[in-house]
């Protein structure tokens, strides 16, 4: 069977990788045992939650202000510490001490439990994220597919939030951004296909290691096929909109509609949608930079003695690989947020429907011929 | 408390494929006919996983895929109904929807 | 306690929890009289039912089942809510007619339904499979299943037609047009 064998994953054992992702530290928390009770088991799932908690304070709400400063040739905030690093914290401050208000008119239930399922469905792909090859909460064998699937409860999330908050305006915006995210989430998926097909698995780890290589950048995945940087262009637009980031963002649009579907909120439900958001994107880039850019794996090459690759290839330089390039993609999405006009609705889904799914299905199709007779 | 079989799973599906009947018989609105709609089905996928995994074969995960998606496309041209129906009957009421005429 | 297993406790008691998930609000989604609850209880009962089939062994059916049924039915039938009910209203009530009946007939199936499979039938128990169902899937439907597979792509082509057709709007819809 040609087609089964040119996707076995076998071959990825035998390509020289340097690293094996053996899930080192995971394993050693899982057997970390105070008196019988295994308390290691909740470090895993602690560890990304406090990382999304750093993250989203520091390169999200901090970074963001930041950047937009500097792409407004102005300074932004400096008063609060030395540049101003404690404003985060402030801010954080601020919202917690704040009144939890719900609307008498709210759907109570509904109201309350919205923001936590669009927080869950932007937290629960972190599972399976690899974070370097010793730590990936659960290296599922449909990792890939996983994640997709976590974005598509968000939007339920959002209708929930949209519908309790009982109020016009915030139903509108809810509609308006689920059919945004909803519509977006086909020419992202065919994306992604690009890379599992050339990857050979769904398999996060797996995906990562067959980019793994002498050579560092050139064995990642979008050199490895002609038409892979367009599979990831169309990635990256598409996660813009998903995460309603600008310029697709016409439900959060303060000119817009308010606020969208997040007016009615105050206080600790706004920062839970809020750090959803930024968890969100983080989450996108990760999937990016794992399906086209080679995850944890050092770019630097082995030339002949200097051993570079070798020398920057481990579980902990994994790590600030796949940091470096998940902040990456986050600072680029927030640069073309401050640069970039927004779109109007008709133009967002024109632009996704006539222009993003046909190139992706070209892409698609010829990324296939392209796995099965020349590679 | 014994370990989880077959039975299990049988007893499960079957409490929800009657919960989804139940629905079907009684409930007013159509869309909500359609929900309890969507429980049959799932009832139905569980088992056939079920029985997929105790029995070894391949054959009942690939029906359940099928089922999974035939299930998305009657419920897109059955919602489109629907919608057609309250556009010329002004509800959804399926008390109410009982004339022939347009 | 030396014995205990926390493992094989864990797997259980998580099943048990799940099952109970799925049962109270497959309840919620049939005797609410809030449409709108019953819709988001519809989710709950669909996650469920996805975290049994990780228990099944059969991982990528349980993603597939997220991403069609929450991602793509759920939402269908929310929007189905919201456009098919005045949404001015606040609670969107609805009763239901012929209880007793209704629950006499579905009492009597359930127990017909459990004593044939729990007493009667004798249930052909082969290997259990343990692996994951991934590769055999994609594997099947490239050998065995041609045909469904490619028919069945031609059919969701046909219902995506047929369903944009039919609700297409400019036509009969008296009611202020919704935004998109």
């Known amino acids: ?375 | 408390m014994p370990e989880i079989g077959l039975n299990h799973y049988l007893v499960l599906s079957a409490i929800l494929f009657s919960l989804g009947l139940f629905g079907v018989l009684t409930r007013r609105n159509a869309v909500v006919v359609l929900m309890g709609v969507e429980l049959i089905l799932n009832a139905a996928n569980l088992n056939l996983i079920a029985f997929s995994k105790y029995n070894g074969t391949m054959s009942g995960v690939m029906f359940s895929m099928f089922v999974i998606i035939l299930a998305a496309a009657e419920a897109a041209v059955a919602l489109a109904i629907v919608l057609n129906v309250y556009a010329t009957f002004k509800t959804v009421d399926v008390g109410e929807i009982d004339t022939m005429r347009e | 306690m030396e014995n205990f297993d926390f493992g094989a406790f864990a797997y259980q008691a998580i099943f048990y929890l799940f099952a109970l998930i799925i049962v109270v609000s497959a309840a919620m989604v049939v005797f609410s009289r809030s449409i709108i609850y019953s819709a988001f209880s519809l989710l709950f009962t669909l996650f469920g039912v996805g975290a049994m089939y990780v228990y099944l062994s059969a991982d990528f059916v349980a993603v597939t089942q997220i991403v069609v049924y929450v991602g793509g039915i759920l939402i269908l039938l929310l929007f189905g809510v919201m456009l098919t009910n005045k949404i001015t209203q606040e609670r969107l009530l609805t009763d239901v007619f012929n209880i007793v009946p209704s629950l006499v007939i579905m009492l009597a199936i359930l127990g017909a339904i459990l004593y044939t499979f729990l007493y009667r039938a004798k249930w052909h128990a082969g290997q259990e499979r343990t692996t994951t169902v991934v590769e055999p899937i994609g594997y099947e439907v490239m050998t065995n299943y041609v045909l469904p597979f490619e028919i069945v792509s031609i059919l969701l082509l046909v219902a995506l037609m047929g369903a944009a057709y039919i609700a297409r709007s400019e036509k009969k819809f008296g009611l202020e047009k919704r935004s998109n």
């Open chain 1, 1 to 375: 069977m040609r087609l089964f064998a040119t996707i076995a994953p076998d071959a990825l054992a035998a390509s020289a990788a340097p690293v094996a992702a053996d899930n080192a530290w995971v394993k050693a928390l899982e057997s970390f045992e105070v008196a019988g009770v295994p308390v290691g088991v909740w470090a895993i799932p602690a560890i990304p939650l406090v990382f999304i908690a750093v993250y989203a304070l520091y390169v999200g709400v901090y970074g963001e202000r930041k950047v937009s400063a500097f792409i407004q040739d102005r300074i932004g905030p400096n008063e609060t510490g030395k540049w101003g690093l404690l404003q985060t914290i402030a801010d954080i401050l601020k919202l917690i001490q704040k009144e939890d208000v719900v609307p008498a008119a709210a759907d109570k239930p509904l109201f309350v439990l919205g923001p936590l399922i669009v927080f869950v469905g932007a937290f629960a792909a972190f599972a399976v994220l690899p974070f370097s090859s010793a730590f990936i909460g659960a290296d599922l064998n449909v990792g890939v597919f996983y994640a997709v699937s976590i974005v598509s409860v968000e939007a339920v999330g959002i209708l929930m939030c949209g519908w309790g908050s009982n109020n016009k305006w915030s139903l509108f915006g809810a509609v308006r951004s689920v059919a945004q995210v909803v519509s977006y989430e086909i020419p992202a998926s065919i994306s992604i296909l690009v890379g599992v097909m050339m990857a050979g698995s769904l398999s996060m780890q797996k995906i990562v290691m067959s980019q793994s290589g002498e050579y560092g950048i050139l064995h990642y995945a979008v050199f490895q096929s002609p038409v892979a940087w367009l599979a990831m262009i169309i990635y990256f637009i598409s996660a813009l909109a998903e995460c309603n980031r600008a310029p697709f963002d016409i439900p959060e649009a303060e000119s817009e509609l308010v606020s969208g579907y997040f007016t009615e909120y105050g206080g600790m439900k706004f920062a839970m949608i809020f750090l959803a958001e930024y968890a969100s994107m983080f989450m996108t880039s990760v999937i990016l930079s794992v399906l086209f850019l080679g995850g944890w794996n050092s770019p630097l090459p082995n030339i002949g003695p200097v051993a570079l690759n070798d020398w920057t290839n481990g579980p902990v330089w994994g790590a600030f690989w796949i940091m470096l390039k998940g902040f990456f993609f986050v600072i680029v999405m927030m640069w073309v947020r401050w640069t970039l006009p927004r779109f109007r609705v008709d133009q967002l889904m024109y632009l996704c429907w006539k222009v993003l799914t046909p190139f992706a299905l070209l892409t698609f199709a010829f990324a296939a011929v392209w796995e099965l007779y020349v590679r």
